[in-house]
């Protein structure tokens, strides 16, 4: 809001408003400043402004002036223009050159998309940063955000709806106020007419029945001095004078004196007189003896002292008519002239209004500022700053003025107008907010209530959330982090029964599997076998990798007798417990044929006879064998192979491996009188004989090709070690860095002859 100020001592004509204009422009270039004549026409306007623009000012310069708007900015077409009542000639204004928004409506739209935007650009920094850095938030946290979004939400938009709902409905409890309050100024002023025809009735009245009667009173000095006593008391004049047609003033020296001559009125008096007794007033129709009446005269005032008096002549002869003087003795026709100041008389009306009617308007006050006097006369509380503050306002800009303030502990709107009819007088009219201020606090209260129930059942479906939710995933997360602890023998608590209770149940159900299979995992470690061996001439390596706690690729080394030692590796299909029973099975088998005299065929025909039995009875595992017995003094030595892969042979001489492709045979079980026929091969000093899983076979790099048999064959070529355990491992690093995924267990055994 712009507001202009321009000394009213420095007005003196439109050329010095001009260079105050001017100037202000110069000074505040965002600003721009004039004035108009009033009314203002597009001519007035200075400086001169575009064809929108001026319509806009003069539309706000006439809704400036209008009785009912006290506001000092006036917004036209969405913009502000500050307007100032300079004098009765002038009027001055102000606005922005470039107007900024002020409608609500755009100001929320433009914050919302301001809003809008940023979070828009958050999400976006938010969902780069989750591309880089991912993360993830526990459910506990997002169910707790959603049920904060689905309260929060709620709770802000009530408190805003009960802010507006307040706001709007104190702004028209407050225009009914206001309305209420200038309509008991308007009838206060419009009241005046009725106090003077009163007090005119009641002078008419005492004169008809006191003085009439009884003229002998003109001639006692005591009885005038009584008569002057009574109409002061009855009407409490300001001067009284009674005269004749000779012009005598017999309350000379009694009454009290307003004008600084009498003779001017005692002159009147005896030339209206001296016209009635010359018989030139037209008698017309039968009218009342007396009118009571008063007569507005042009009066100009001077420290609020009568200096001229003029009634013009049509008022003067319609006087004259309105009278019926039959059966009266004219020639003793006396003159009475009572004058009153004016807003001593307007203050007495005001005093009496208030005695008399204010009683029957309830918290209605009444205030009152005397121009003649600069004093407020009448007011709820005695020199009130602001309220006399509004009054002056008034005085100065001739308009409607309102304003809040606080007076004998209670808050009042106020009201304050200069008078029509009390033209003396600024009036103002007070009414309590407190009804305002009770409704105010009614809604906030009802809203509280509701906000109160709002979070009651916030913390009943927090509690329920608790229960059914909350609690379950507590336990949920414990398990989790009991299987990351491999703490299989943790048990959930059933807290609920309902799809979380079965989820719980479940997750006891999947840790009781997670126990036995460590238990398996740990009966599976206990019988295998160390992961090397040094016989003789020979040096035997084996290494595993499987791919879950239960593998099914099963090696073994053991020592026959002096020369010779038994190598055998096999292959179980599938993973887990099926798996790890076959590798049981098998290791069974040795131990029981090792106490028999373990045999390379006869170990071999064992396994096919219970992997036989398996499949006969609907049983869909199997697995593949490969045993190998090696002298390891001579390095002469046989393989059988049932199914496995085929067995690998590096010749250090050439440095190159060899695959011994016709090494072959059926698994174990599909075949009823398989014939075992072991094939005879010979180690010179440095070979080397790997045996392995399908693991290694099957691994794919990125490309998605397998490594297969010649890749493995060049890969055992290519990592060739003198250690033997070093060549192992450089065989299992090159397959890690070749290949990107595999889906197998990958057991190898390396046989040095050296």
């Not at 009542?85 to 100001?107: K, M, S």
């Not at 809604?443 to 979070?455: S, Y």
Request: proline share 3%.
């Amino acid at each position: 809001q712009l507001i202009v100020f321009i000394s009213r001592s420095f007005i003196r004509s439109s050329s010095g408003l001009q260079w105050a204009s001017n100037l202000l422009n110069r000074k505040n270039p965002d600003t721009l400043t004039g004035f108009s004549e009033y009314p203002p026409d597009s001519t007035s306007l200075v400086p001169t402004l575009s064809e929108d623009l001026t319509a806009r000012t003069i539309l706000a310069l006439a809704s400036y002036e209008e009785m009912h708007n006290a506001a000092e900015a006036v917004k036209s077409s969405g913009q502000i223009i500050a307007c100032r009542f300079l004098n009765q000639y002038w009027r001055g204004f102000a606005l922005f050159r470039q107007p900024g928004i002020t409608d609500p409506a755009a100001i929320k739209a433009v914050v919302t998309a301001s809003v809008l935007k940023f979070l828009l650009v958050l999400f976006f920094v938010m969902f780069v940063y989750h591309l880089k850095n991912p993360f993830s938030i526990t459910v506990k946290l997002k169910i707790a955000a959603f049920f904060a979004y689905a309260i929060i939400l709620p709770m802000l938009v009530i408190a805003s709806l009960t802010m507006q709902y307040v706001t709007q409905n104190e702004a028209e409890m407050l225009d009914n106020l206001k309305n209420e309050a200038y309509r008991a100024i308007e009838k206060l002023d419009a009241h005046y007419d009725w106090f003077l025809k009163r007090r005119a009735d009641g002078l008419v009245k005492y004169l008809v029945e006191k003085v009439e009667p009884h003229p002998e009173i003109f001639l006692d000095r005591d009885s005038l001095i009584k008569l002057y006593n009574d109409l002061a008391e009855l009407a409490n004049p300001g001067e009284v004078m009674i005269t004749d047609s000779r012009s005598h003033d017999f309350l000379y020296g009694i009454s009290r004196q307003l004008s600084r001559d009498r003779s001017l009125m005692r002159q009147a008096g005896s030339d209206i007189l001296n016209i009635f007794i010359s018989g030139n007033v037209a008698r017309s129709s039968e009218k009342t003896a007396f009118l009571a009446m008063f007569l507005h005269s042009d009066m100009y005032e001077i420290q609020n002292k009568i200096s001229y008096l003029g009634v013009g002549e049509y008022e003067l002869s319609m006087f004259y008519r309105l009278l019926h003087l039959r059966n009266t003795d004219i020639s003793k026709l006396m003159f009475f002239g009572i004058s009153w100041e004016l807003h001593r008389l307007q203050r007495e009306h005001v005093a009496d209004y208030c005695r008399t009617q204010l009683a029957l308007a309830g918290d209605l006050q009444i205030a009152a500022f005397c121009r003649a006097s600069e004093e407020l006369f009448m007011s709820p509380q005695e020199n009130h700053q602001q309220l006399l503050k509004l009054m002056n306002m008034s005085v100065n800009r001739q308009i409607t003025q309102v304003a809040s303030f606080r007076a004998n502990e209670r808050n009042y709107i106020a009201v304050a107008m200069p008078g029509r009819k009390l033209s003396k007088l600024i009036l103002a009219a007070l009414l309590p907010t407190d009804a305002i201020i009770r409704h105010r606090e009614m809604i906030v209260g009802r809203a509280r209530l509701f906000a109160v129930l709002l979070c009651l059942l916030a913390m009943a479906t927090m509690y329920l959330l608790q229960s059914w939710i909350f609690r379950p995933l507590e336990e949920l997360r414990a398990g989790i982090a009991a299987i990351a602890g491999r703490n299989f023998h943790k048990r959930l608590d059933l807290v609920c029964q309902n799809e979380f209770g079965q989820l719980m149940s479940a997750f006891n159900h999947s840790l009781e599997t997670l126990q036995e299979l460590e238990v398996a995992r740990i009966v599976q470690e206990s019988i295998l076998p160390d992961t090397s061996l040094s016989h003789n001439r020979c040096k035997i390596v084996a290494q595993t990798r499987t791919m879950t706690n239960l593998g099914g690729d099963y090696f073994d080394m053991i020592t026959l007798n002096d020369e010779k030692v038994l190598v055998f590796i096999g292959d179980a299909t599938g993973h887990g417990i099926p798996a790890a029973l076959s590798m049981a099975m098998a290791k069974a088998i040795l131990l029981h044929e090792n106490f028999r005299g373990l045999h390379d065929q006869r170990l071999m025909q064992q396994l096919n006879a219970v992997f036989g039995k398996l499949r006969s009875q609907g049983s869909k595992d199997f697995m593949t064998a490969l045993c190998v017995e090696l002298n390891t003094r001579n390095g002469l030595g046989r393989i059988i192979n049932a199914g496995h892969c085929y067995p690998m042979l590096l010749k250090k001489a050439i440095g190159r491996t060899e695959i011994l492709t016709d090494i072959k045979g059926m698994p174990p079980g599909f075949d009823r009188k398989p014939a075992f026929t072991p094939a005879e091969f010979k180690l010179e000093s440095g070979d080397s004989l790997v045996i392995y899983t399908d693991g290694f076979v099957e691994c794919v790099n990125d490309h998605g090709r397998q490594i297969g048999f010649t890749g493995l064959a060049e890969l055992i070529s290519t990592t060739a070690d003198d250690d033997v355990a070093c060549h192992v491992s450089k065989i299992f690093a090159q397959l890690d860095q070749w290949s990107t995924t595999s889906q197998d267990d990958c057991t190898l055994v390396m046989v040095r002859f050296q």
